[in-house]
């Protein structure tokens, strides 16, 4: 509710500005209980509530462990610093009901209901995928500024294979929208086959309770790009950075225009990791996400 308040985070480390962004305070790093380590982690995604309160939610590994758990945490608008009563674990959160840690998830983003007079204003929604056993997407929300969590049902089916990563947003007249990638094939080498890669967009008009709405956004192979795994069969040729972040499609309700929704993803065009290797694509919805255009090159 200020435009001045900007806030921006890497890692884990938070900075916050109250000048538009010309400035900006100290890093503040991300606060963990003993049990947890910042030893690997991140994935900070941030958010300011319809009251200007600051929600940064990030990852960090139980101690001895790889497994990551979400933390959700209210800082400071003006100087960064953390508020009483916080970090609070979300995948620890008896209202999640998931099984006693050390589990895995990763990729969680952090939608809040901004909108003044929504039903659900000031409500906090993270989706991610929990990469315990069988991947699956879940998505759990918060009523009390997150100190507690509702529970975290699948919104994916093992059919859908690989269901990462994971996207979501919040309409102005309350709906809550979860875009997720779904990958099911892959060759010897564990190498996206490239036309498999497709993007589900689900849609909650309850707050985040159920998700009875269930569509493709992007068909198979309309959302596609190699990992580029060095390790891996087809690796595009002198680039050895890893790409498995590019398969990540993002959701975005229109502010303005009710019912229209937009996803952006990342497609490689001739399927193969030599020539043009990706290319960036635009869908539409006018109807509340029952319907999409077919998927339209915007980086050119």
């Not at 929990?130 to 919104?155: E, I, K, M, N, Y």
């Not at 309850?206 to 009875?212: L, N, Q, R, S, W």
Request: charged share 15%.
């Amino acid at each position: 509710n200020n435009p001045l308040h900007v806030a921006v985070a890497t890692y884990l480390s938070l900075r916050v500005s109250v000048d538009g962004g010309k400035t900006f305070s100290n890093a503040v790093p991300a606060s963990l209980p003993p049990t947890h380590s910042s030893s690997r982690g991140g994935d900070s995604s941030l958010g300011f509530d319809s009251r200007g309160r600051l929600f940064w939610t990030y990852l960090a590994v139980t101690n001895g462990t790889t497994a990551p758990d979400i933390f959700l945490a209210q800082h400071d608008p003006t100087t960064g610093a953390i508020m009483p009563g916080y970090p609070v674990n979300v995948t620890a959160s008896p209202g999640v009901n998931l099984p006693a840690g050390p589990n895995s998830h990763d990729k969680q983003w952090l939608a809040i209901d901004s909108h003044l007079g929504s039903p659900y204003q000031d409500r906090l929604y993270i989706a991610w995928t929990d990469l315990t056993g069988t991947w699956v997407v879940r998505s759990t929300f918060s009523s009390d500024q997150g100190q507690t969590w509702t529970l975290a049902a699948p919104l994916s089916v093992p059919a859908e294979g690989a269901p990462w990563p994971v996207h979501n947003t919040v309409a102005p007249n309350g709906d809550l929208y979860v875009s997720y990638h779904s990958q099911t094939g892959s060759d010897a080498s564990g190498a996206d086959d490239l036309i498999s890669g497709k993007v589900y967009v689900l849609r909650s008009t309850d707050g985040g309770a159920t998700f009875p709405q269930k569509q493709l956004a992007y068909g198979p192979g309309d959302s596609d790009v190699t990992d580029n795994v060095q390790s891996q069969n087809g690796p595009i040729p002198g680039a050895r950075f890893w790409l498995l972040g590019s398969g990540q499609a993002w959701v975005l309700a229109d502010p303005f225009a009710a019912g229209r929704i937009y996803v952006v993803a990342n497609d490689d065009p001739d399927n193969s990791s030599v020539g043009d290797v990706a290319n960036v694509y635009i869908t539409i919805s006018t109807d509340f996400g029952n319907n999409w255009t077919v998927p339209s090159r915007i980086d050119r």
